[in-house]
């Protein structure tokens, strides 16, 4: 009996070893979704650099960077400085467009955006004494001007619908999303505009925090100048609270020299 008892013990124990542990499957990457909804704080910043390409001599025309305020409904502020090549330089014989004609030909943008108003750092010399920036007539324009990406990172709709369906894959620091997206799909164009194509590429860290997007806007037809947007971000979280220039260095664009 014994014998039988000690029998059966070892079998138990040889199913027990021959059954395979259940198999680990490898954890999801983090939503970057989420990731910058948890940065959508007060006092929260997060700073850009954006290089600005376009196909047509394959040459850089701007590079913008940009310390921007967030809060829990997105950004509500920034600092902003952009960089211009000399439009010449890009397409010959081409007039200045009347913004740098108005502002003795500036080839850079300094702009403060706070409370909903838009400052313009002016050249030395270019407005009265001891005034230095420019109160902007509003626009909305100015509200995101900070980058030029078609993508919103900020935008928590945006940025699902960009990424619905796509995995992320493992890189060093992170992951690696991307994929191709209509204007029509992102709600930025209506018509025959909303077809056109942006093929785009998404970087975050471990967390999912976003550290670099790289968009291509495809030209529609046959024109044969597409652009590409590249965009660096860091410095999530860092404390930041923008303000304006100091009142009596400010004038209003309508009182500006004629």
């Known amino acids: ?37 948890k940065q959508l704080r007060h ?9 600005i390409v376009s196909s047509y001599r394959n040459k850089p025309f701007g590079r913008t960077r940009s310390q921007v305020q967030l809060s829990p409904s997105g950004p ?17 014989d081409a007039p200045e467009t009347a913004m740098h004609n108005s502002l003795a030909e500036m080839d850079w943008d300094d702009i403060t955006h706070v409370g909903g108003v838009t400052y313009l750092h002016a050249l030395p010399g270019y407005l009265p004494d001891g005034k230095a920036w420019i109160r902007l007539k509003p626009d909305r324009f100015y509200d995101d001007a900070f980058s030029s990406q ?20 493992a890189v060093s620091g992170g992951y690696a999303y991307q994929g191709v997206v209509t204007h029509g799909q992102l709600g930025t164009a209506k018509g025959r505009w909303a077809k056109n194509k942006i093929s785009w590429r998404l970087w975050t860290d471990a967390k999912g925090l976003p550290t670099r997007l790289r ?10 100048s597409d652009t590409t947007l590249d965009t660096r971000f860091r410095d999530w979280g860092f404390p930041l609270v923008v303000t304006a220039p100091p009142a009596d260095q400010v004038i209003d664009e309508r009182d500006l020299p004629k």
């Not at 006092?43 to 290089?51: K, N």
């Not at 968009?215 to 044969?224: F, K, M, N, Q």
């Open 1 to 37: 009996m014994r014998r039988w008892s000690t029998l059966i013990v070892v079998a138990m124990l040889a199913g027990a070893v021959a059954v395979p542990a259940p198999a680990i499957g490898k954890a999801a990457p983090p939503d970057p979704v989420r990731a910058v909804q």
């Open 43 to 51: 006092g929260h910043g997060v700073r850009l650099s954006e290089l």
């Open 76 to 92: 509500v502020a920034y600092d902003s400085f952009t960089h211009y090549l000399v439009l010449s330089d890009l397409i010959p």
């Open 150 to 169: 078609p993508i919103d990172v900020f935008d928590a709709r945006m940025l699902r619908t960009v990424l619905r369906g796509v995995t992320g894959k």
């Open 215 to 224: 968009t291509t806007i495809i030209a529609p037809g046959d024109l044969d």
